[in-house]
C-alpha cells in the first residue's frame, strides 16, 4: 500500500511532466474511480494542471480555474503514470491482458495536447481521482494529523496525540486523523527503532519512548523519500523483502540487532512485524 514516501515520490516524478499542458480529453475507463461523476472529462477539458501538491497520502492538482482542483487518492494498489507521446499506442486488450503494458489496469487516463498522457493505474480500485473546489479542498485536507515536513510536526504537538488515548501504540500511529502519512511498513520500522512494542497501550508510553517516537516517525519517513519509497506494492507480494528493512516482510528471520527471530503478529487487523527482545511488551 502506498504510504507517505511513496506518493511524494509519484509527485516529484510527475510534477515536471504534466503541468502547464491543455488537457484535450479524459477516458473514464472505471467510473468508479471518479466516484461516478459522468463530467469529469467536461468539467476539465480545455484546462490544465499548474501545480501539484501533497497532504499526507492525497496529491492535490491545482489548475488554471482557481476553484477547480483534482484530489487523487492512491488507494492500495494506485499509482500516476506518465506516457509521454508516442511512446505506447493502446488498444483495448492492452488494459487487462499484457501484463508489460503501461495501460495494466488503467483506469483514468487523461490526454494532454502535446499528445503525452497522464495514466491512474489502480489494480484493486480503492483509489479516486475527484474533482474539488477549494472549499472542498480545504475541508478534505484539514481532517489529517501533524505531519513529519509541516510547521505543524512540533513536539509540543506531538505530546497531545497521546492524550485520552485508549487505543494501541500502533492504531495510533496508523490514525491518520493523529499522524499523517504512516502506514502498515512505516509504523512497524519506527516502532522498532523506538523499541515499543505495537500491542502497548499508548497511556503507558514514558516521556522517553514519546521522544523516541517523534524522532524516529521524522527520520524513517524522511529517509524513505530520499531513498524513493519501497519497491512498488504487490498484494501477492505481502512478505517483499527489502534489505534496509528492520522488522517489515522479515517474518521469522533474525533480528539485525539482537539475532532473536522476527515475529508477526495482528494489531488493528493488520500484519504487524516486531522482535520480541528489542520491543517489550510492557
Same mark, same amino acid.
Given at each position: 500500500?502506498?504510504e507517505?514516501?511513496?506518493?511524494?515520490?509519484?509527485?516529484?516524478y #510527475? =510534477?515536471?511532466?504534466?503541468?502547464?499542458k491543455?488537457? %484535450?480529453?479524459?477516458?473514464?475507463? !472505471?467510473?468508479? $474511480?471518479v466516484?461516478q461523476?459522468?463530467?469529469?472529462?467536461?468539467?476539465l477539458?480545455?484546462?490544465?494542471?499548474?501545480?501539484l501538491?501533497?497532504?499526507?497520502?492525497l496529491l492535490i492538482?491545482e489548475?488554471?480555474?482557481?476553484?477547480?482542483?483534482?484530489l487523487?487518492?492512491l488507494?492500495?494498489?494506485?499509482v500516476?503514470?506518465?506516457?509521454?507521446a508516442n511512446?505506447e499506442?493502446?488498444?483495448?486488450s492492452?488494459?487487462?491482458?499484457?501484463p508489460?503494458?503501461?495501460?495494466?489496469?488503467?483506469?483514468?487516463?487523461?490526454?494532454?495536447?502535446?499528445?503525452?498522457?497522464?495514466l491512474?493505474?489502480?489494480?484493486?480500485?480503492?483509489?479516486?481521482?475527484?474533482?474539488?473546489?477549494?472549499?472542498e479542498?480545504n475541508?478534505?485536507?484539514?481532517?489529517?494529523?501533524?505531519e513529519p515536513? #509541516? =510547521?505543524?510536526?512540533?513536539?509540543?504537538n506531538f505530546? %497531545?496525540?497521546?492524550?485520552?488515548? !485508549?487505543?494501541? $501504540?500502533?492504531?495510533?500511529?496508523?490514525?491518520?486523523?493523529?499522524?499523517?502519512?504512516?502506514?502498515?511498513?512505516?509504523?512497524?520500522?519506527?516502532?522498532?527503532?523506538?523499541?515499543?512494542?505495537?500491542?502497548r497501550?499508548v497511556?503507558?508510553?514514558?516521556?522517553t519512548?514519546?521522544?523516541?517516537?517523534?524522532?524516529?516517525?521524522s527520520?524513517v519517513?524522511?529517509?524513505?523519500?530520499?531513498?524513493?519509497?519501497?519497491?512498488?506494492?504487490?498484494?501477492?507480494?505481502?512478505?517483499?523483502?527489502?534489505?534496509?528493512?528492520?522488522?517489515?516482510?522479515?517474518?521469522?528471520?533474525?533480528?539485525?540487532?539482537?539475532?532473536?527471530?522476527i515475529e508477526?503478529?495482528?494489531v488493528a487487523?493488520r500484519?504487524?512485524?516486531?522482535?520480541?527482545?528489542?520491543?517489550k511488551?510492557?
Open positions: 500500500m502506498p507517505l514516501p511513496e506518493v511524494e515520490n509519484n509527485r516529484r #510527475l =510534477a515536471p511532466n504534466v503541468l502547464h491543455k488537457i %484535450t480529453e479524459i477516458e473514464v475507463l !472505471k467510473p468508479k $474511480i466516484k461523476n459522468s463530467q469529469f472529462g467536461q468539467q477539458k480545455g484546462l490544465h494542471f499548474t501545480s501538491k501533497r497532504r499526507a497520502k492538482f489548475t488554471n480555474d482557481s476553484n477547480t482542483f483534482v487523487g487518492h488507494g492500495m494498489t494506485g500516476f503514470l506518465f506516457n509521454e511512446f499506442s493502446r488498444q483495448e492492452d488494459i487487462y491482458e499484457d508489460n503494458s503501461i495501460y495494466r489496469h488503467a483506469r483514468l487516463i487523461y490526454h494532454f495536447v502535446d499528445g503525452s498522457q497522464l491512474f493505474r489502480d489494480m484493486r480500485m480503492f483509489g479516486y481521482n475527484i474533482i474539488a473546489t477549494e472549499e479542498k475541508q478534505a485536507t484539514a481532517k489529517y494529523g501533524i515536513g #509541516l =510547521a505543524n510536526y512540533t513536539w509540543e505530546q %497531545t496525540i497521546f492524550n485520552n488515548r !485508549k487505543t494501541s $501504540i500502533k492504531s495510533l500511529l496508523l490514525n491518520q486523523n493523529v499522524i499523517a502519512g504512516l502506514g502498515n511498513i512505516y509504523a512497524d520500522e519506527v516502532l522498532f527503532l523506538s523499541k515499543v512494542h505495537p500491542k497501550l497511556h503507558s508510553i514514558n516521556e519512548e514519546k521522544k523516541a517516537l517523534f524522532k524516529n516517525v527520520e519517513l524522511m529517509e524513505a523519500i530520499q531513498r524513493g519509497g519501497e519497491i512498488s506494492y504487490s498484494p501477492s507480494e505481502e512478505e517483499e523483502e527489502a534489505s534496509h528493512l528492520y522488522v517489515y516482510g522479515r517474518t521469522g528471520q533474525a533480528c539485525k540487532v539482537c539475532q532473536s527471530v508477526k503478529t495482528k487487523g500484519g504487524t512485524h516486531f522482535c520480541c527482545l528489542c520491543q511488551a510492557h
